[in-house]
């Protein structure tokens, strides 16, 4: 028998339906000769169909789940995000933000945010992953994909603002959570971000019955 | 009991599971739809629209015994029941009084 695609099937089990008979079809179907490509469009639409089946199914319990999430991530980021930023760097690089705004030297910083933004993000998976109840993988796809909804908007806001008004101020613990969007760093939070959240809330989770 | 139209998926989807008789699960399913309507499917949504046809009381399921080349995983076998067959007569009734008097829908697909 072929050997199934390691890391889609994972990305299955934990985070699809919990639907035994629809994992044993992909496996007999890929052993049959379906290609690599077939079996990751499957998965892909298993997970992202699961997720919306069981928002339908637990409206209430997912909508609890996803907002403690992002009240943990807020909470950070106002209550102590400059004051976590600004030390790490200082630690690190003997940073201060008196001087950078005079010298203009604002990458440590831009390091420490981010790397605050990203271990926020994780944080607040950990705590959907464990508000969620069984099955808490659809959950945390729901709300990696409310992640990608609210940097990707941010993201447009912004551009669109900067481009009627040039510079836009963003209030720091929005900054924390929109900044990972934004060119200077690439973008890349749109896809670091859900990845991140699912990487730290599935391991946060119970494990699956069978892999 | 739903007295509902079914939506052109599900009307495939059951039809599918008519047409394998005793052997309707996932893989037969998505295989008959492929071949004949020459459609693309997931299993996924093949599953999500039987569920859905399963809590309306439109189809049953159950699980078979579990084979090696599946990995030992049970197949879910499903069946039409007696008001899915009356939502499938249903829906086509509806679809053939649509389709009644149109000249431009003469003379086979292509």
């Known amino acids: 028998m072929r050997t199934l ?9 934990r985070f699809g339906p919990q639907e035994e008979p629809l994992l044993g079809d992909l496996v007999e179907e890929y052993a049959a000769g379906r290609s690599r490509a077939w079996y990751w469009r499957q998965v892909l639409a298993a997970v992202a169909l699961g997720a919306m089946r069981n928002v339908g199914a637990h409206p209430a319990r997912t909508v609890i789940a996803i907002a403690a999430g992002w009240t943990t991530a807020m909470l950070v980021f106002v209550l102590a995000g400059d004051r976590i930023a600004d030390g790490l760097a200082r630690w ?28 926020v993000f994780a944080l607040s998976a950990v705590v959907v992953a464990r508000v969620a109840r069984r099955p808490a993988g659809p959950v945390l796809v729901a709300y990696a994909g409310s992640m990608v909804l609210v940097l990707a908007a941010s993201a447009v806001a912004i551009d669109v ?10 209030p720091h613990p929005l900054f924390y959570v929109v900044s990972v969007a934004l060119p200077f760093y690439w973008r890349a939070g749109l896809v670091l971000a859900p990845a991140i959240v699912l990487a730290a809330g599935g391991a946060a989770m119970p494990r699956p019955v069978r892999p | 009991m739903s007295e509902r139209l079914l939506t052109d998926f599900e009307l495939m989807v059951l039809l599918a599971v008519l047409r394998n008789r005793d052997d309707a699960y996932g893989v037969s399913i998505a295989r008959e739809i492929e071949a004949t309507a020459g459609r693309s499917v997931t299993h996924a949504a093949v599953y999500l629209a039987l569920d859905r046809l399963v809590e309306q009381g439109l189809a049953t399921a159950r699980l078979g015994d579990p084979t090696p080349e599946r990995g030992g995983r049970a197949k879910k076998l499903f069946s039409v ?12 009734a509806a679809f053939v009084a649509l389709w009644k008097g149109l000249p431009e829908l003469k003379g086979s697909p292509s």
């Open chain 1, 5 to 13: 695609p390691r890391f889609a099937t994972a990305l299955l089990v």
């Open chain 1, 92 to 119: 690190l690089w003997a940073w201060d933000r008196a001087t950078a705004y005079q010298t203009g030297e604002w990458w440590p910083f831009w390091i420490t945010s981010s790397a605050l933004s990203y271990g």
């Open chain 1, 161 to 170: 603002l900067t481009r009627m008004w040039g510079r836009v101020p963003v």
């Open chain 2, 81 to 92: 029941t007696a008001a899915g067959l009356r939502a499938i007569r249903r829906t086509r």
